[in-house]
DNA sequence: TTCATGGTTCGGTGTTAACCGAAGCATTCA
DNA sequence: TGAATGCTTCGGTTAACACCGAACCATGAA
């Protein structure tokens, strides 16, 4: 009959205010130091590392030894698609903020979603890519040969991609969109791409804010 | 930053075992009574009642009242998916079921599931009755004529499971085999002549055990 | 070596909330 | 109408745990 807790101890984990702060710090993927995490928690040094060593000996964080710093990131991409998926049901039932100034409309526009280009500018790079056939249609969608040819030429080393040890494609559900964007290696890549063309000029934090000229050349190219 | 405790509220409402029980319980979408859930969390009603309204109010559950009983599910599959999203990652960073003993094993065979058969043979049964036209194949099964007559030959009082309150065909999903079997007032009727035909000997908890006599009828008629 | 910094472990305090007994409505059945 | 059932509200108890102050290791710099 115990088989509830098996997912209670797991979301127990996320229920603490201070925990669920890291974790959603820690979310576009980067790695941070204990004490970075400690301030974006709100809380003392002391409290933060107790909360961290539960969340690792949880297996939802790996930490890295750096000199005389601690490193902690997700322990996977799984790890932020749970919290997107529970951040999508904390709006939906209302239990939350009202979509207020800008800063939320910039997130709504365009975020990272751990590693990979999120919001509408997500949605919309997703439904070009399968619109132009480049990608299979399905469930868990697949590049095709057109589609590799078009990303080689857009800059993306497809090989490296497929050679990668995540999938390649990955439908990723979109919290404030409600529809898939483009996740796994090929998502990463294309954020990766995007932004070493100068197209984003701010990728501080989870916000991803276009340059005019980069909006332009997104528009034309996947619109 | 202040979207952790966004997460962190409902994420603290599944992070109670009793509450997670109960979520896991209706994870097959059916609509269970208070005082089921209650038992199916391990609770006495009042502290159920408690959790419930907590449920409620935070639209994850929807309520039905019929009678005097008060039916709760699901608020939508949206639900049931981050239930399903925080099982991956529970099984996944190993905090979880360990499979030992012979009760796990017995539990995957066969074992109660409210009042109807799941698990492995639980399965079988609902694949032999489609498989043989007796209940249409779609998502919302049905009772087809062939099943009633195989039905009432079998020793069930079709009149009387066609006449109950609650849907006669439900396909419900069974967690361990990850395909649906047979609930509704059918599937407990089934269940419950099996039992007074004495292929199952324990009934106590939720893992049922066949009898010797009892899995070759069970072979017989249904594999 | 000595000092400073990043992290941790160790007590003690305070708050939260799950739990149950008992009593209270509401609905159905006899 | 009275009895039984399903569910809820109320009060008090208990256990868990987040939080911080203080002291304790480790690493790197002076």
Redesign the interface.
């Given at each position: 009959?115990?088989?509830?807790?098996?997912?209670?101890?797991?979301?127990?984990?996320?229920?603490?205010?201070a925990?669920?702060?890291?974790?959603?710090?820690l979310m576009d993927g980067r790695a941070l130091t204990a004490t970075e995490l400690a301030s974006?928690?709100g809380v003392m040094p002391q409290t933060a590392s107790g909360h961290l060593t539960k969340l690792r000996s949880?297996?939802?964080l790996e930490v890295e030894q750096q000199g005389r710093h601690r490193y902690f990131r997700l322990?996977?991409p799984?790890?932020a698609?749970?919290?997107e998926?529970?951040?999508?049901?904390?709006?939906?039932?209302?239990?939350?903020?009202v979509r207020t100034g800008p800063r939320d409309e910039a997130l709504r526009v365009a975020r990272r979603c751990y590693d990979h280009l999120a919001g509408e500018k997500g949605v919309i790079l997703f439904d070009s890519l399968r619109r132009q056939g480049f990608i299979t249609d399905s469930e868990k969608p697949c590049l095709t040969d057109t589609g590799r040819m078009f990303l080689t030429q857009f800059g993306i080393d497809i090989a490296a991609v497929e050679h990668a040890r995540r999938p390649v494609c990955r439908a990723c559900l979109d919290w404030s969109e409600r529809r898939h964007h483009l996740g796994g290696a090929l998502g990463a890549a294309v954020l990766q791409t995007m932004t070493s063309r100068g197209w984003i000029v701010s990728g501080l934090?989870r916000v991803l804010l276009f340059s005019s000229s980069g909006q332009s050349a997104f528009q034309a190219v996947f619109a």
């Open positions: 009959m115990k088989d509830g807790p098996l997912i209670a101890s797991v979301a127990a984990l996320l229920g603490d205010p925990r669920a702060n890291m974790l959603t710090a974006a928690a949880a297996r939802l322990s996977g799984d790890v698609q749970v919290l998926a529970l951040m999508g049901l904390a709006q939906r039932t209302g239990a939350v903020r934090g």
